[in-house]
């Protein structure tokens, strides 16, 4: 079973800067990508960024430029910077997982989310 808690969602200004954090527990070793993704009041939850075992990564259209994902072993970070309004959203980390016919566990694991406002 993988775990993940994110942290480091808040309320900030437009222009400013934040930096999420996801941490994964259990049985990392099956891990064999992670990403963000995240959801607005009436809207699908869709992907932000993502980082896959070879250290390859891939931004949304929507941030490339403002937003930065790493990942630090199964430890995954969103440095969020020049928000804006339309950021405003719980984001949620996500991590996918080796399944196979011999290997049990879910193919997803979802974190809590953690809310990020971004106000005028």
């Known amino acids: 079973q993988v775990r993940l808690v994110e942290s480091g969602g808040g309320l900030v200004q437009h222009g400013e800067s934040l930096r999420l954090s996801c941490t994964a527990s259990?049985?990392?070793?099956?891990?064999?990508?992670m990403a963000w993704y995240r959801q607005a009041p009436g809207t699908q939850r869709d992907l932000v960024a993502a980082?896959?075992?070879?250290?390859g990564t891939s931004v949304a259209d929507s941030v490339k430029g403002r937003f930065a994902v790493s990942r630090d072993g199964a430890n995954l970070y969103l440095q969020m910077n020049d928000l804006k309004l339309e950021d405003t959203a719980v984001y949620y980390c996500?991590?996918?997982?080796?399944?196979?016919?011999?290997?049990?566990?879910?193919?997803?694991?979802w974190g809590q989310g953690t809310q990020v406002i971004v106000s005028s």
């Open positions: 996500a991590s996918f997982n080796l399944v196979t016919t011999s290997t049990s566990g879910d193919a997803a694991t």
């Open positions: 980082v896959n075992n070879g250290g």
């Open positions: 259990g049985d990392t070793a099956r891990i064999v990508g």
